[in-house]
Nanobody, 127 residues
């Protein structure tokens, strides 16, 4: 069993920055694809970003490309989401997610083949 704990959410003005962290338990973290999803009130959960187990591959939703950066440190069992140039439409609960080895990373954005989820952290961007 893997536990994912997010932190770093909060209230920020439009144009500002936040850095989300996701700390994972377990010795197999380095084999997982890791990523972030978000869900705004009244909307469906949507994919934000994913990073491969090695960190060599990243993929972003078009809505955040060029503004958000995902990174990881396998020695620290941690993945980050650096969010810059935040917009009010980025307001949502952000969830860390992990996908075990052996699954195609191409399935990650769909969310259905994600194996573990964090509890979420609120990000609010004021205009």
């Amino acid at each position: 069993q893997v536990q994912l704990v997010e932190s770093g959410g909060g209230l920020v003005q439009a144009g500002g920055s936040l850095r989300l962290s996701c700390a994972a338990s377990g010795r197999t973290f380095s084999t997982y694809a890791m990523g972030w999803f978000r869900q705004a009130p009244g909307k469906e959960r949507e994919f934000v970003a994913v990073i491969s187990w090695s960190g060599g591959y990243t993929y972003y939703a078009d809505s955040v490309k060029g503004r958000f950066t995902i990174s990881r440190d396998n020695a620290k069992n941690t993945v980050w989401l650096q969010m810059n140039s935040l917009k009010p439409e980025d307001t949502a609960v952000y969830y860390c997610a992990a996908q075990v080895a052996g699954k195609s990373i191409a399935t990650f954005p769909g969310g259905l083949r994600v194996d573990y989820w964090g509890q979420g952290t609120q990000v609010t961007v004021s205009s």
